[in-house]
């Protein structure tokens, strides 16, 4: 059976390579390259806290990132997957603990995410939105490579880079830019049209803005360098990474997006190659989560019919060599191939050698990647009691795993132990309370107890948080008509209601532009 993933109303799903590259690159454009000052083309950037942001606050930065955002959760190719964020998120974290001046004077609370597809490429939304596609996380060939990446667009937030390009610019306008940037989302559905908002513009603006782009780069890169050096991570990373990239790519008439977006001039790699060498040499030891991740990675990036039959080859070739973490890798993958194929016995033989390898060659018996497949197994295979055993195991042993306590609820509601499931989840609702498919589950939870106005409640904040809030309006709408609503649900509906209209009716003017 395959691993369940929320329905999403908005933008239409099809084929999974390069379309959200084609998506994207426009609006990567308008974001380094549009509306550019004379002040912010110089040589020399000005550095942090400079008044040539003073137009753009730092609330209205994340207004715009978590705008654009809304967005891309309506994407098919968006990786709503709860042990990739959480990867994502603790490496981010990490970079973020050692150098805490990098969260700014607004303190952003940096979300890392990931998207469906295999062009190496990751980017930076206004406001501390960092997102990567799943290419480049299987094309790095370690975890400071990974890190390196992500040190380099934590760079371009810290720098104000957005900012800086609208700094002379009235806030007003920023509403037009919003627009632009989710009219480039749009054209997730015709990459043609995405390459006419790229191509369009004059050769000498286009030219000038380049020349802005790689300046903000080298910036980029000084400070994610020394983000990597404080955060114990290799340093080299950024220069092996870099450097295999651009030499991939020599030969080849098409331009990875990466290096459209982050052009790599020689002059800037022997400034990063310069600096490396300055640097105090740290050997880093990657986690065991790295591989397994990786493979997961694999396995969802394509989860067609084909695409599980290639990644399976793939983990049978790897599984052929002799590398510990590489071995694990490969089980784990080979089980989530099987549980994506609907054999969840063959995905348990296969979790069974990975959990056994687990404990023979590294000396632990647990790992919150493998827990959480081993709970989506059990579900699957109508095992409901198990996985609640295992699940509660799971979550005392990982007590900060969010997808742990998710499938958690999962398996309480697969064993029909529904108000306890509500409950369970009333109290996490109430502690995170930006976590979507929470609350998708609490709908599942009071659906199947008959609470009609609770499910539609419920499903209401899930669309909100997930950025459809027509489809949450809509929610209640259905809960208000409800029999079984009381007087406080109605005064809830009611407040809700009255916020998300608002909200609403000015999302519509910004894609109006006005």
């Avoid at 092996?240 to 020689?266: C, E, I, K, M, S």
């Avoid at 493979?295 to 989860?303: K, S």
């Avoid at 990975?354 to 404990?359: G, N, T, V």
Wanted: proline residues 5%.
């Amino acid at each position: 059976m395959p691993l369940p993933l929320p329905l999403r109303p908005g933008l239409p799903s099809g084929a999974a390579s390069s379309r959200f590259a084609a998506a994207l690159l426009p609006l990567f454009l308008a974001m380094h390259f549009l509306v550019v000052p004379a002040a912010a083309r110089a040589q020399n950037l000005p550095e942090l806290g400079d008044a040539a942001r003073q137009d753009l606050s730092p609330l209205m930065e994340r207004k715009l990132g978590e705008r654009v955002m809304r967005a891309i959760r309506r994407s098919p190719d968006y990786l709503d997957d709860a042990p990739v964020q959480e990867y994502l998120a603790g490496v981010g974290n990490a970079l973020l603990a050692a150098a805490p001046e990098a969260r700014g004077d607004a303190q952003y609370d940096f979300f890392f995410f990931a998207v469906r597809d295999p062009v190496l490429n990751a980017f930076a939304l206004p406001g501390g939105f960092i997102g990567v596609h799943t290419g480049l996380i299987l094309a790095a060939q370690t975890e400071s490579e990974l890190a390196a990446v992500l040190s380099h667009e934590i760079g371009h937030v810290v720098q104000h880079h957005i900012a800086r390009m609208l700094g002379e610019q009235k806030e007003n306008s920023l509403i037009s830019l919003g627009s632009l940037l989710l009219g480039a989302l749009a054209t997730t559905a015709s990459p043609d049209a995405g390459m006419g908002i790229m191509m369009g513009g004059q050769g000498l603006a286009v030219q000038r803005q380049l020349h802005f782009s790689r300046d903000a780069e080298r910036e980029a890169d000084r400070v994610g360098l020394g983000i990597l050096e404080k955060s114990g991570y290799e340093p080299a990373g950024m220069v092996t990474f870099f450097d295999r990239l651009q030499q991939a790519n020599r030969g080849y008439t098409d331009v990875p997006p990466f290096l459209l977006t982050h052009p790599l001039t020689t002059e800037r790699m022997a400034d990063i190659e310069d600096r490396i060498r300055d640097l105090r040499y740290r050997q880093h030891v990657d986690s065991l989560d790295f591989p397994l991740i990786q493979a997961r990675v694999r396995v969802l990036q394509d989860p067609s019919v084909q695409g599980l039959r290639d990644a399976a080859d793939v983990f049978r070739r790897q599984a052929m060599q002799n590398p510990p973490p590489l071995l694990l890798a490969a089980q784990y993958g080979l089980a989530l191939v099987a549980l994506q194929q609907g054999e969840p016995a063959r995905a348990q033989a296969y979790l069974d050698a990975a959990q056994a390898m687990l404990q023979q060659s590294f000396g632990t018996a647990a790992d919150p990647v493998l827990e959480n497949l081993a709970i989506a197994i059990r579900i699957a295979a109508h095992q409901p009691q198990q996985a609640v055993a295992e699940a509660d195991r799971a979550r005392n042993a990982f007590p900060l795993s969010r997808g742990i306590a998710q499938q958690y609820a999962r398996a309480l509601l697969a064993a029909g132990r529904n108000a306890e499931a509500e409950r369970y989840l009333r109290d996490q609702v109430r502690l995170y309370r930006r976590e979507a498919d929470s609350y998708r589950l609490l709908a599942q939870a009071c659906a199947a107890q008959g609470k009609e106005a609770q499910q539609h409640m419920a499903l209401a904040e899930f669309y909100a948080l997930d950025g459809s809030l027509q489809a949450a309006l809509d929610q209640l709408g259905i809960a208000r008509r409800a029999g079984d609503a009381s007087f406080y649900d109605q005064s809830i509906i009611d407040a809700r209601e009255r916020e998300w209209r608002a909200q609403r009716l000015q999302e519509m003017q910004e894609e109006k532009g006005s």
